[in-house]
Structure formats: structure tokens, C-alpha cells
């Protein structure tokens, strides 16, 4: 069931039976931490309806939770009517002691619907609640050491005081995760930028610390006595808002933030260098690198413990160590093609040099690993890419081409020798500016994407995802889609993206017989023998109006209640076009019965006029004159299709109709009909 954001938040009021159905959106929970090897109470609050919640969905592994059932729920008055609000839930969540730290992303599922995506945090250290009532400088909130700090910057002004107890030349570390757990929040208009600073008894100011992961803050601290401690955590514009929770950790034990090296080859264990206050209470950590390509978060190992996880890219290609001095291009690092060099810009205004050998026309990829992680943890390089000719010239570049690491493709001119130049982009340095480049041939690949995240249909309804292939490095192949695990009684249909186009449509139908469920699913493309995972993308509301999207891990399906629109009707499921020939699709819906309100017609996902989906085949257009797409609380209308004159031909290229339900001036909702197959023939 689609989501599109529209204009602009209205109250949010719970309607009754004659209204349309919503989902709860998640906008914040208390704690929002939990410490792995126990079980703890979290309550997950937000918008909309969290009545009737039966399961809870977390991303990963070693973390789960129940709904707990309210002992008094509110009833309607009229049996028939929605669910009285409910803006909250409480869930029961426990993490296994070997639960991998960080954070998670959840969805709740309700018979209204799945809820938006939240964000928990997974911690190694005990978890302490923020007292009732603002703490105060002269009256600060006790915390141990080690602790997460639970709280809320709930107001403008809002100020939270914490003390500890250390000792002389102890080096503590200070987090916060605030900022990063606000970016997948459905509807929040501001975002919060936390501000950490720490005392004496006395009052006087000794550290501080503002962005360091985004809008994050993290101090590392060495007490310059015995004694007693406070720590201050507010927001750095002295804003406030009751959905602004934050997790604080406060730790006297090793905390790395990054490791140097940054990749390893798979199954290899190495000994590396943690960077951040790990450095300054011992030296190397060992790691053992997963066996299969690709980024992942590991364990530093220090005397047989566990510290924090940090980022670690794992590659076949053949590795090497830059060679200081590399200032120039005489002193540059040789690097074989393929093969990867772990590097860092150790001091202010460094250059790093490495050469290759090109050969004329075999186009090469050259990318840097820095700042991309999933992990919040990340280096704190922010890279300049460029290749230079044997004379020493400039001959291509990148800035940004992943977030803030550099990538180009770069296609030699002639045989011979050539450098790259590695630069921070403000000549900035340090330990904790690492980096790995890698040089290989650029070798035809593909990615796909899918719009919405989540699917919600009640039982004999369907609703539509729009996939969308990027191709690169001339592959031009077909892309057959799949989609594993979904619930009992939901079906998908066959997809394959020709080579011709870049996006597709899959319709998700629940049977009749579909009982309350939810489950994550996975939609993954196959080419030869490549496969590749889709990335889902969750939809967040821009203020003005727009709609936002942003990367998710975890694409989701519910069977919920009975539909808004039980059924969207139309009366062919195979179209055969001529080019320059129109067709007319006749839609009809059958609504729930309590449901008459507004609805609209589209076969492209859309929004404010920007298109988000079309699915349509090369071509082939909607005639928007000619199609009857606004219905107000008519239960009929129609979409004309026109194939160009100069339209390729195809073959049962799936489409859908899709009936928009607004829920407010937020968000609408799309029920499909079933597949519509188009083929353009001559």
C-alpha cells in the first residue's frame, strides 16, 4: 500500500468509521536504547493509530519484542468504528548478550497498517532513564560510568545534567545518538543538534564538543583530577522538541572510532590500529575480516575483549600499505591494477601519490572509502580524487560521488603511467582521516531500488512497488526480479526489466483467505549469474510539501484489515498496442462499505508533479486529457494509454491501476489492480 507525502500537517485526528484508514508513524521511543543480554520495556510513541499492534518487525539479528497488551484499552462507543486513538505503544524487547551494537531499524504492524520506520539502539552498557523534572548544573542527575543516558531534549531551553565520579588521567568517552536515529522519522520538521560540554564542582567548563558523526557530538575526556564530574547535554540552538530522544554514553573503556587499516582481504585476521581514545590506553587490535566482500561493522579485539564495532571494508582485490613519503608524484605508492592501497591524511595539508599503469581505452573505476558506512562510525576524511598525466596535469577529478567519498571512472587515452592524488577537500589531517582506495577495471554491474519500503493490503486486495535498475558500466542486460518470504496468501507477479528500460512494476495480492500477518521480505535482481539485494526506499515529508526519500534496510509486507477499496477493477489484463494507437482501461472500485470519501486514478507514481514511477513501457504514455482520473466519491473512471508512433516494440510489460486514498494532507494510499500486461507490436 503506497504512501505518497502531500502538502502540509494538519492535526492529526482519529476519524470515525466513514474515515480512511491510517498507520501509526513512529516518531520517537523511551528508552531508545537497550542493553544486549537483557529485557526491557520501551515505549514506542508517535502519530496516527498504534491500536491494534500484534507484532513488531526489528532489522538483524539477536533483537526482538512483543507488543504488550494494554490491560484498558479504549473501546468506540459504536462497535463499528475505527479503533480509538491510540498515540503510543509499550513493547517488550530483549537483546541476547551476543547482539551486535547499534542501531536497529523496527516497524510495529497493526491491523490499520505497518507503522513508519523507528530506530532503537542496541548498547554494551547499562541504560538509566532520564529523572522526571529538568536536572540543573548545582543539582545534576547521578550516572555511572559506564552508562547510556536515556533522555529527551523535550523543549526549547531544555537543558540535562548528568554527574559521574573518575579519576585522575582517566580517559572517558562521551556519545550521543540523537541526530542520526531523527533522518527516517516520517514527519519531523526540525532535527535536532546536539551539544555536549563538562564541568568541574565548580562550575567551570573543561571539554565540549558539537558534530562529529553528522549532528552527533563525541568527546573524548581525560579527568585532570580525582573527584566528581558533570556533563551537560543540550541542543546548540537551545531548541527543543518532545520528540528529540537521545542516547548518551559515558564510558572509561577503550573507543575507537575507526581503524587503520580500513581493508582487509576475506577470512584474514590483522592486527590494526584502533583510532580515538582506544589509542591512547593501548596499541594494536586484532581483527578477523568476514569471508564475504563487502562493508561491514567488526569487533576490535583487545587482551581477549571485545571493544566497539567499527567499519571495515573486506575486497579479493590485492592490498597495500602507502608508503610515506608520497607527497609527490616521484615518491608515489605503486599500485597494481586491480588492487587497493589503505591510506590516511595524517597531517594537515598531506598529499598522497599513487601510480598505475593504464592502458589505452580500458576504462578503470578509482574510489575512495571513507565516510559511507552504514555504521555510524566513520572516518573523518572528506576526499579529493584526481588523476594525473606523466607531466603532472590534472586530466579528471571527483568530489562527491558516495555522500563524501570520491569516485570516477576514468578511460586511459594512451598506454603508460598515471598518478592519483588523494587530498582532503579543506586540507584538514589527523589519525582519524583514513581512507582506502581502490583501483579496478570498471566492470558492467547493475543496482535496483524499490518505491515504497512496505506494503500493506488487507485481504483480497493488492497495491503496488516500482523498481528502479541503474545500470553501469555498460551492462545493458535484462534484470528478472524476485521477492523472497513473503506472508502466507500474498503473491507476487513474474518481473523482468528489459534491457530497454529501467524500472518495473510488481503487484503485491493478498488472497481472501489472507490472515493478519506481517513479515521483512527481501526483493533481490538477477542477471547471469549476478544477483543483487534491492535497497528499499522509505519516503519522508519535506517541509513545503515535498516528498523526501532515503535508503531503508528493511522492506516490509502486512496484511491488515479490510481495505479502504477492497478491489480496483478493470476489465482487460493484456494490452496489445499498435504505435500511434490509443486504448482505454475502465476502472471501477468497490469500496468498503464505510468508506466513501475521495479517490484518484494513476498508473505512475507521482507526487506535486514530480514522477517517482512509471513503469510504463518505452513509448508509451499516460494521455492525461483523455483519462478520467479524479473521482471524487465516484466509483468509476477511466486511463487512457498511446503508444508514439515511433514506440519499440515489447512484450507483456506489467502495469497497474492504482486508486489513491488521501489520508490527510500528508499522505495518500494506493490500491492496485491486478497486473495489466502491455505489449507494443507493429
Not at 543480554?37 to 491494534?52: D, K, L
Not at 585532570?224 to 518532545?242: F, H, L, M, N
Not at 518505452?618 to 468509476?636: D, I, N, Y
Request: aromatic share 6%; with cysteine.
Amino acid at each position: 500500500m503506497h504512501r505518497v507525502i502531500a502538502l502540509a500537517l494538519l492535526p492529526l485526528l482519529i476519524a470515525p468509521a466513514t474515515a480512511q484508514t491510517s498507520f501509526p508513524m513512529v516518531t520517537h521511543c523511551t528508552p531508545t536504547a537497550i542493553q544486549r543480554g537483557t529485557t526491557a520495556e520501551v515505549t514506542v510513541e508517535g502519530q496516527m493509530n498504534f491500536a491494534g499492534a500484534y507484532k513488531v518487525l526489528i532489522a538483524g539479528q539477536g533483537v526482538t519484542a512483543e507488543v504488550v497488551k494494554p490491560k484498558d484499552a479504549p473501546k468506540p462507543a459504536d462497535p463499528k468504528a475505527m479503533p480509538v486513538a491510540m498515540k503510543s505503544v509499550k513493547l517488550k524487547v530483549s537483546a541476547a548478550a551476543d547482539a551486535p551494537l547499534g542501531v536497529r531499524e523496527f516497524r510495529i504492524a497493526s491491523d490499520l497498517g505497518l507503522s513508519s520506520l523507528g530506530q532503537l539502539v542496541v548498547v554494551a552498557d547499562p541504560v538509566i532513564l532520564e529523572a522526571a523534572g529538568a536536572s540543573t548544573l548545582a543539582k545534576p542527575q547521578a550516572a555511572l560510568v559506564p552508562s547510556v543516558v536515556c533522555g529527551r531534549i523535550e523543549v526549547a531551553e531544555n537543558v540535562d545534567y548528568y554527574k559521574f565520579r573518575t579519576t585522575a588521567g582517566k580517559v572517558l568517552t562521551f556519545e550521543v545518538t540523537c541526530a542520526r536515529i531523527q533522518d527516517k522519522i516520517h514527519d519531523l520538521q526540525k532535527h535536532a543538534d546536539p551539544l555536549i560540554r563538562v564541568f568541574d564542582t565548580t562550575g567551570r567548563e573543561l571539554a565540549s564538543a558539537d558534530d562529529d558523526f553528522f549532528a552527533d557530538p563525541v568527546l573524548t575526556f581525560t579527568a585532570p583530577t580525582d573527584g566528581e564530574y558533570v556533563v551537560e547535554i543540550r541542543d546548540a540552538k537551545y531548541d527543543g522538541d518532545p520528540r528529540w530522544a537521545y542516547a548518551l554514553a559515558i564510558t572509561d573503556q577503550p573507543y575507537a572510532s575507526i581503524a587503520f587499516p580500513l581493508a582487509l582481504s576475506p577470512s584474514t585476521t590483522s592486527w590494526v590500529e584502533p583510532v580515538g581514545s582506544a589509542k591512547l590506553n593501548l596499541g594494536k587490535s586484532s581483527v578477523t575480516a568476514p569471508s564475504l566482500p563487502g562493508i561491514h561493522s567488526v569487533p576490535l579485539i583487545v587482551a581477549n575483549r571485545g571493544m566497539n564495532l567499527v567499519p571495515l571494508v573486506v575486497t579479493n582485490v590485492p592490498l597495500v600499505q602507502e608508503v610515506e613519503p608520497n607527497e609527490t608524484p616521484k615518491q608515489a605508492t605503486w599500485l597494481t591494477i586491480p588492487g587497493g592501497a589503505n591510506a590516511r591524511i595524517g597531517v594537515k595539508g598531506d598529499l598522497d601519490h599513487f601510480a598505475f599503469t593504464g592502458s589505452k581505452g580500458k576504462t578503470l573505476r578509482l574510489e575512495v572509502f571513507a565516510r559511507r558506512f552504514g555504521t555510524p562510525l566513520c572516518s573523518r576524511m572528506d576526499g579529493v580524487l584526481e588523476v594525473l598525466n606523466a607531466a603532472g596535469a590534472v586530466i579528471a577529478s571527483n568530489d562527491d560521488a558516495n555522500g563524501k567519498d570520491p569516485m570516477l571512472l576514468f578511460t586511459p587515452t594512451a598506454d603508460g603511467e598515471y598518478i592519483v592524488r588523494i587530498r582532503h577537500l579543506n586540507n584538514k589531517g589527523g589519525d582519524g582521516f583514513v581512507y582506502y582506495l581502490e583501483a579496478d577495471f570498471a566492470r558492467p554491474d547493475f543496482s535496483l531500488k524499490v518505491d515504497p519500503s512496505k506494503a500493506m493490503i488487507g485481504p483480497g486486495s493488492r497495491t503496488a512497488w516500482y523498481v528502479q535498475a541503474t545500470r553501469v558500466n555498460g551492462f545493458e542486460g535484462a534484470i528478472k526480479v524476485d521477492v523472497e518470504g513473503l506472508p502466507a496468501g500474498v503473491s507476487v507477479n513474474p518481473l523482468t526489466i528489459p534491457a530497454n528500460m529501467t524500472q518495473g512494476c510488481l503487484v503485491l495480492s493478498a488472497s481472501k483467505e489472507a490472515k493478519l500477518d506481517a513479515a521483512v521480505v527481501r526483493v533481490t535482481g538477477h542477471a547471469g549469474t549476478e544477483r543483487r539485494v534491492a535497497t528499499p526506499v522509505e519516503e519522508i515529508y519535506f517541509p513545503g510539501g515535498g516528498r523526501g526519500r532515503f535508503d531503508a534496510g528493511m522492506q516490509s509486507v502486512g496484511i491488515t484489515g479490510p481495505s479502504d477499496l477492497l478491489e480496483v477493477n478493470v476489465y482487460t489484463n493484456k494490452i496489445v498496442l499498435k504505435p500511434g494507437q490509443e486504448t482505454t482501461i475502465n476502472v471501477t472500485l468497490k469500496r468498503r462499505p464505510d468508506y466513501d470519501k475521495t479517490v484518484t486514478l494513476d498508473v505512475l507514481l507521482r507526487h506535486l508533479g514530480s514522477q517517482f514511477g512509471n513503469p510504463l513501457p518505452p513509448g508509451v504514455t499516460m494521455v492525461e486529457g483523455k483519462s478520467k482520473t479524479l473521482l471524487g466519491t465516484a466509483s468509476a473512471g477511466t486511463i487512457v494509454l498511446k503508444a508514439a508512433a515511433d514506440a519499440p516494440e515489447c512484450t507483456d510489460v506489467p502495469i497497474c491501476v492504482q486508486g489513491y486514498v488521501p489520508i490527510n494532507f500528508v499522505v495518500k494510499v494506493g490500491y492496485a489492480s491486478e497486473p495489466i500486461l502491455v505489449s507494443v507490436k507493429k
